[in-house]
């Protein structure tokens, strides 16, 4: 199976904040800049899954008269945290994150290793579908990248949890990931 991973435009949010789950919109420039940076590296008439936050919704809608909207991809949620400055989140809460990355729950909400588990669903749904020699394109979130990427490559989502979490994301907004 082949994926064509593909981050989300910029949002419009201010640096420096937390917004994992939180729906944001994309301005709408921005959004032409990246389908035109975009159209010449995508092939034709590829099915295109989603993560259904506006921020990838937007572009999958552009990409795809069919996009398919799977809550799977959604980002990890942040619970209080959400749309607050990572500066003003208290020193001592994110060392209780970093001393355990997979199973702390940041903001009280989600934890890396439920994610991972609900990318590898996604993950394993989606194989049975395209089988083995199957494409696709899948618009969605750093965090769902980085997971997705360890899934593919056969980790489980404990391990997933653990590679995701220890390694800082380089994925620019409107970036491709090609998965063989």
């Given at each position: 199976?082949?994926?064509?991973?593909?981050?989300?435009?910029?949002?419009?949010?201010?640096?420096?904040?937390?917004?994992?789950s939180t729906?944001?919109?994309?301005?709408?420039?921005?959004?032409?800049?990246?389908?035109?940076?975009?159209?010449?590296?995508?092939?034709?008439?590829?099915?295109?899954?989603?993560?259904?936050?506006?921020?990838?919704?937007?572009?999958?809608?552009?990409?795809?008269?069919?996009?398919?909207?799977?809550?799977?991809l959604v980002?990890?949620?942040?619970?209080?945290?959400?749309?607050?400055?990572?500066?003003?989140?208290?020193?001592?809460?994110?060392?209780?994150?970093?001393?355990?990355?997979?199973?702390?729950?940041?903001?009280?909400?989600?934890?890396?290793?439920?994610?991972?588990?609900?990318?590898?669903?996604?993950?394993?749904?989606?194989?049975?579908?395209?089988?083995?020699?199957?494409?696709?394109?899948?618009?969605?979130?750093?965090?769902?990248?980085r997971l997705?990427?360890?899934?593919?490559?056969?980790?489980?989502?404990?391990?997933?949890?653990?590679?995701?979490?220890?390694?800082?994301?380089?994925?620019?907004?409107?970036?491709?990931?090609?998965?063989?």
């Amino acid at each position: 199976m082949r994926l064509i991973l593909v981050r989300h435009p910029k949002p419009l949010v201010d640096p420096g904040i937390c917004y994992g789950s939180t729906d944001l919109e994309v301005a709408p420039a921005q959004l032409e800049r990246t389908l035109a940076e975009l159209a010449p590296q995508l092939p034709a008439g590829l099915p295109v899954y989603a993560s259904p936050l506006s921020r990838c919704a937007g572009l999958a809608a552009r990409l795809s008269d069919t996009p398919i909207f799977d809550a799977r991809l959604v980002e990890m949620d942040f619970g209080s945290w959400e749309m607050r400055a990572w500066d003003d989140i208290p020193r001592a809460d994110i060392d209780a994150w970093a001393a355990d990355l997979p199973n702390h729950r940041p903001g009280g909400a989600e934890n890396v290793l439920e994610m991972a588990t609900r990318i590898a669903a996604f993950h394993a749904d989606l194989q049975r579908q395209l089988g083995g020699d199957g494409e696709a394109i899948i618009v969605c979130h750093a965090g769902a990248m980085r997971l997705l990427s360890a899934c593919h490559a056969g980790l489980a989502p404990p391990e997933m949890a653990l590679q995701a979490a220890r390694a800082p994301h380089h994925i620019a907004y409107g970036a491709t990931l090609a998965l063989a």
